[in-house]
């Protein structure tokens, strides 16, 4: 048996190489975990067969995935959602419920199973996966979409369904009347609990954390952090409530005070490694000797909740307005089992409400759905188009309206996505008398920014049917504003294979991925950090007195170099997010006595070989201040010189190492 240690050191080198592999394929890290916990579990290689060492630990994983939930769960967000999250969401979790009791009588036969224990594994089969299945939508843009919007509120209303569920489960076990007094009980529990948060939570909470924020102590605000999280954990557990359930409501408390996002920022990193470790557990358990033994129930407890969720998701999405691609979309999402379910699957065996060989057999089929979410997510668009007898005729109508307002542009400016950036171009644009036509995906701001006037129309443009009816052909330039770089890519790609050599302006968040954009048929790539930067030095100038012609002649010189003085920049620790191997730096490298440059010139050392340009190099003389010397092929390197070096982390690191 493993020691503590030898363990842990298990764990986390199979978490990474999960992660590692699934990421390569592009799938979510989430199956990566689950599939390491089924390969190194007691019932495989037994790599890790002592879990209960960790399973205390893992169970932090949830109360901080429920906590992070409950930041997502303010008044504001509920109330604009409130028909999908309420009616939606709240019709699909109750039906399936009350579906699991008749569909329960199926099982009998083998597994003796009462009508209590149908409502709970109905309430854990429910559950689909929020990991899983925003990081698939979001991939493929899809957010924002109309069935991307349903999946988001039936997914938030199944998250928050959980917080009721922890409590009901424990009380389906008593008589009638112990019931409706437990579940009244219940119910007074989170009255109260919602009127401390909405009541003097806000106020409170708000106050606290200015007080430990004004003492600037980042480990003080982190303290804080954990205290608060794992204190009201702790106190629903003494109150016979779960810790999930007090991690939620710690949640909703903070999310709405203004410290929110960063409080959000501070806690993923303990989220994501214990849920990470809370997922493997899960694999763990899975006995390949009972999937063996009872194959023919898996399956049937595989298909079962898929085509019953799929079913009546669709059925439900259509009841409330939805196309019959839409819903057929929205159910393909959403069919399978989800994280909350092991949750709630876990509670129902610690209840010995189930026979253990059951729950076996309904934590492989769960498994598997969860590992088939990809599959069905990405052949969405063709079994809709397949099954939805007018979802070509929706998609004809879609692109007739999109070819309405392009029909009579020629040389026009076609936008792809009207967000900030892309409202602002177009007023400037609309000034100018100059035609353009906006593509978008979400549905509200087209409405809205159509009845104002804008010419903006609803519609994909990383689909080749919607350039084209856009009028790619006629535009005189295409400009995309996603702040997304996946989704720029895929625009790109279809614009260039459709007008090869078109003018293609994109906007980035930064300069990270300027060589990928331009490489994919960028002919200009402006980044927002870079332009900000400018624009600061350009109001740094004027103030500093330099004249007006000479600040613009030093900005215009910037652009034309194509932000080649401003591509990198040195980097701080505040810009952990930017640090990958392909992002543009700065980097200071002093010569030391002994480096093996001194005594070479700039020639002889090649750099430019590496991938990396010397922009400056500093020395000091007779003892002054440092100066900047004349860049020259003969410039001879000495002792204590500062070389300025430009390039990207690993060529950077590279030519240090030769330097010195």
Partial sequence: MPSVLQLTLILLASGVAGVVIFRYFGLPPILGYLAIGVLIGPNALALANDSATVKYLAEFGVVFLMFSIGLEFNLHKLRAMRTIVFGL???????????????????????????????????????????????????????????????????????????????????????????????????????????????????????????????????????????????????????????????????????????????????????????????????????????????????????????????????????????????IRTGLCLAQAGEFGFVLLNQIDGLDMIDPALSQAVLAAMLISMFGAPFLIQYSDRIAMRFASNEWLLQSLALTRVASKSVRSENHVLICGFGRSGQSLARMLDQEKIPYIALDMDLDRVKEAAAAGDNVVYGDASRENFLGAAGLSRAKAVVITYADTPATLKVLYQVERLRPGMTILVRTKDDADLLKLQAAGATEVVPELIEGSLMMASHVLLMMGVPMRKVVRRITKAREARYTLLRGYFRGADDADLQTTESWRLHSVTLLPESASIGKTLAELYLENEGVSVQAVRRKVGGADYVKLELTPTLTLEANDVLVLSGNSEATELAESKLL
């Fill in 89 to 327: 969401g709240g019709s699909q979790v109750v039906l399936t419920m009350l579906l699991a009791v008749p569909a329960s009588l199926l099982l009998n036969q083998i597994y003796p199973i009462s009508w209590q224990a149908a409502i709970a594994l109905g309430g854990a089969l429910a559950m689909s996966s929020t990991a899983i299945v925003t990081k698939l939508i979001a991939d493929r843009s899809e957010l924002e979409t109309e069935h991307g919007r349903n999946v988001i509120g039936i997914l938030l209303f199944q998250d928050l369904a959980v917080v009721f569920l922890l409590i009901l489960l424990p009380s389906l076990g008593k008589n009638p009347g112990d019931l409706v007094i437990a579940l009244a009980l219940a119910g007074i529990k989170i009255v109260v609990a919602l009127t401390l948060i909405f009541v003097i939570g806000q106020t409170v909470m708000s106050r606290w954390f200015r007080l430990v924020t004004k003492l600037r102590s980042q480990e003080l605000f982190m303290l804080n952090l954990l205290l608060i999280v794992l204190g009201m954990a702790g106190l629903t557990e003494y109150f016979g409530l779960s810790l999930a359930l007090g991690a939620f409501l710690a949640g909703m408390l903070i999310a709405e005070t203004p410290f929110r996002h960063q409080v959000e920022e501070d806690v993923k990193p303990f989220r994501d490694v214990l849920l990470g470790l809370f997922f493997i557990t899960v694999g763990m358990l899975l006995d390949f000797e009972v999937i063996h033994q009872q194959w023919l129930l898996v399956l049937l407890l595989l298909a079962g909740p898929l085509i019953l969720k799929f079913g009546l998701i669709a059925l439900l999405s259509r009841a409330f307005g939805s196309s019959p691609g839409i819903s």
